[in-house]
Each structure stands twice: as structure tokens, then as C-alpha cells.
């Protein structure tokens, strides 16, 4: 079974400051991953997605891939309250498939 | 607007008693999974549809069917609930091959109790 381990945190930032949040995964083929964001009581929502080595932007929220560490982060800059909710790193499998990690609480105080 | 629909939003079922769930879809998806998560754990994968082409999970019990009677509608069906099937039921959409199979659009979920 193909793993995808994430800090459960919760995390906790101040408004404001920069939010870090950190994946590793098990199948090094892996070639393909995303960041859900999940509200509580909610569905999970695609937020970025990022396929080759190195960072992706999009807004606020930039996505830092490491093949080779197998290591996918997702960095949040100017973090709101409004950014409060689990983050799920999750992994392609061969096929169809994704396989998620549990997810780690952010937490943005004001 | 394009949506995933998941209907009912809540639904209380008795011990034994079978209940199904239904999702539809306006993407024209190929793709539609079904999920169950639990409290604070990361959606699990039940079983897919690949157009009509099903495919199950091996760890998914015999409990939990599925139907896709054509391109936007797709039914999770629980023969006999047990009091750990009580969870969050998410239905997902994604379009054909490659990468895109990983960006996936979530229904609303609808979150099953079991009395």
C-alpha cells in the first residue's frame, strides 16, 4: 500500500505570517500531486496542483516538489483566518487513483 | 454552474436497514469515486467508475455497491449498515487520462448515521 504521511498538527500561525506545510510519500514513481483544502464538516477542494520538480505559484499559495526526497509542501504567504482548515497532500497512483494523507490542521490566528 | 450534487446531505439509517446514496454530475466527467471518511482520517477510496468500466478497491466490503446507470448519475448502495459504516460518503469527478485524473472534483458529501 502506497503511503502519503503528513504532520496532523494542528498548526499555528498568526495572521499575517507564512503557513508551511510539508508531504512525503512512499512510491517514487509517483509522478503526480495535489493539495486539497478541507473545512470542517466540508468536502476537500483542489487548491494546486504540481507534476515536475521545483515551485509553482498561484496566488498565495506557492507548491515546492522534491522527487528525489519525495517531498511535496505547500507554502501559504499573508495567511488569513479564512485559511483555517485541514490541508491534504495527495499522491497519483498508477491508474485512475489518488491516494490521500490524513491531513494536517492549520490553524491562522488573528 | 458545472457541480457535483450529492443527495441527501444527511441521512439517518437503522442497523441492518439498506440505504443508498446518489451523486450527479454536470462536468461530463469520465471518472466518478466514491469515498467514505471518517473523523480526522483521509478519504478512502471505495470504488470507481471509469465510464462504465467499474473498479473496486480489494479492501472495500461486499456491504458496499455501486451503480452508474449512465454518464451523470452514480449510486452508492450499503446492503446492510453496521454502526462502523457511520461516516462521510464524498463522490468525486475527474476528467480522462493522464494527470487529470488527480484533480477531482468533491460533492457536498453526505454524512451517514447509524442508529
Known amino acids: 500500500q502506497k503511503e502519503v504521511e503528513q504532520n496532523s498538527g494542528p498548526l499555528s500561525v498568526p495572521e499575517g505570517a507564512i503557513a508551511s506545510l510539508n508531504c512525503t510519500y512512499s512510491?517514487?514513481?509517483?509522478?503526480?500531486f495535489f493539495w486539497y483544502r478541507q473545512y470542517s464538516g466540508k468536502s476537500p477542494e483542489l487548491i494546486m496542483s504540481?507534476?515536475?520538480?521545483g515551485d509553482k505559484e498561484d496566488g498565495r499559495f506557492t507548491a515546492q516538489l522534491n522527487k528525489a526526497s519525495q517531498y511535496v509542501s505547500l507554502l501559504i504567504r499573508d495567511s488569513q483566518p479564512s485559511d483555517s482548515a485541514t490541508y491534504l497532500c495527495?499522491?497519483?497512483?498508477?491508474?485512475?487513483?489518488?491516494?490521500f494523507g490524513a491531513g494536517t490542521i492549520l490553524r491562522v490566528k488573528s | 454552474d458545472a457541480m457535483v450534487i450529492q443527495n441527501p446531505r444527511y441521512q439517518v439509517t437503522q442497523f441492518g436497514k439498506p440505504v443508498t446514496l446518489s451523486c450527479s454530475q454536470t462536468?461530463?466527467?469520465?471518472?466518478m469515486y466514491w469515498y467514505q471518511q471518517k473523523s480526522s482520517q483521509a478519504p478512502k477510496l471505495l470504488f470507481h467508475?471509469?465510464?462504465?468500466?467499474?473498479?473496486n478497491e480489494a479492501d472495500t466490503p461486499d456491504n458496499f455497491q455501486s451503480r452508474r446507470p449512465n454518464t451523470s448519475f452514480c449510486f452508492l448502495d450499503i446492503r446492510s449498515p453496521g454502526l462502523g459504516d457511520a461516516a462521510m460518503y464524498l463522490c468525486?469527478?475527474?476528467?480522462?487520462?493522464?494527470?487529470?485524473?488527480?484533480?477531482?472534483?468533491f460533492g457536498p458529501g453526505t454524512r451517514l448515521t447509524v442508529t
Open positions: 495527495a499522491v497519483q497512483e498508477y491508474g485512475n487513483k489518488l491516494v
Open positions: 468525486a469527478t475527474s476528467r480522462s487520462p493522464g494527470a487529470s485524473f488527480g484533480e477531482q472534483y
Open positions: 462536468l461530463n466527467h469520465n471518472v
Open positions: 512510491d517514487r514513481g509517483s509522478q503526480s
Open positions: 467508475y471509469y465510464d462504465k468500466d467499474f473498479n
Open positions: 504540481i507534476y515536475s520538480n
